[in-house]
């Protein structure tokens, strides 16, 4: 089955600093994709990145940066020079395509980060 | 903001009760998600509606059931209520069953 873990409960830097949220996943599926959500207070769940397990090269979006490696199964995320606004609660989700034609996200239990002025 | 909208934004039932959740999604957008999120949790799929039929079921029991209309909208309908039912409910939607899901705001639902 799938399955995603995020091993950082909460994370607390102060404005500026660089943060890395880890991501780890298992899946027995030879293709796949990997996701990271933010979730402000407000609850929406806001799309960051999607990426196709074939594509192990880095991203780079302004602040933001992720890293995939297949070898170590992992997909973590870097926020360089955090702003308080980054605060949130950041999931990592993994498709779950074994229901046909449907895709289901599988959902880690998130990392609450909390930037600091 | 996605475009994608849920009503109503909180709820409060008493158990046994009966709740329909409204979703409408983003335009352009065939496919929709629903997810329960309990509190401290991540997301957990309940169902995907594509052209007005379940088109994929997680863990949960046929008192959730869902239904979508002709505009893409969708409703998640909970029967006979349970106190773990209380949690934040998530809809997405996407272009097709397998694309990236946009979710909308969420109804928190409090069963007492």
């Known amino acids: 089955a799938q399955k995603v873990t995020q091993a950082q409960t909460e994370i607390s830097v102060v404005e500026k600093e660089d943060v890395t949220l880890d991501c780890v996943y298992e899946?027995?599926?030879?293709?796949?994709?990997l996701f990271w959500y933010k979730q402000p207070p407000s609850g929406e769940l806001v799309f960051l990145i999607r990426?196709?397990?074939?594509?192990?090269q880095n991203e780079i979006s302004g602040r933001y940066s992720w890293n995939f490696q297949k070898s170590t199964s992992s997909f973590n995320f870097t926020i360089t020079a955090s702003q308080v606004v980054d605060s949130a609660v950041y999931f990592c989700a993994l498709s779950d395509r074994s229901q046909g034609g449907s895709e289901k996200l599988v959902f880690g239990k998130g990392t609450k980060l909390t930037v600091n002025p | 903001e996605t475009g994608v909208t849920q009503s109503p934004t909180h709820l409060i039932k008493t158990r046994g009760q009966q709740v329909t959740l409204r979703c409408s999604s983003q335009?352009?957008?065939?496919?929709v998600s629903w997810y329960q999120q309990a509190l401290g949790q991540g997301p957990q799929f309940i169902f995907q509606y594509y052209r007005e039929e379940e088109n994929g079921r997680g863990n949960f029991p046929p008192r959730f059931s869902g239904l979508q209309f002709p505009n893409y909208s969708s409703e998640l309908n909970v029967n006979a209520l349970e106190l773990d039912d209380s949690a934040l409910y998530l809809c997405?939607?996407?272009?097709?069953?397998?694309?990236?899901?946009?979710f909308g705001p969420g109804t928190r639902l409090l069963v007492l």
């Open positions: 990426r196709n397990s074939f594509d192990e």
């Open positions: 335009s352009g957008h065939n496919t």
């Open positions: 997405a939607s996407s272009m097709g069953t397998q694309e990236t899901q946009y």
């Open positions: 899946t027995r599926d030879t293709t796949y994709y």
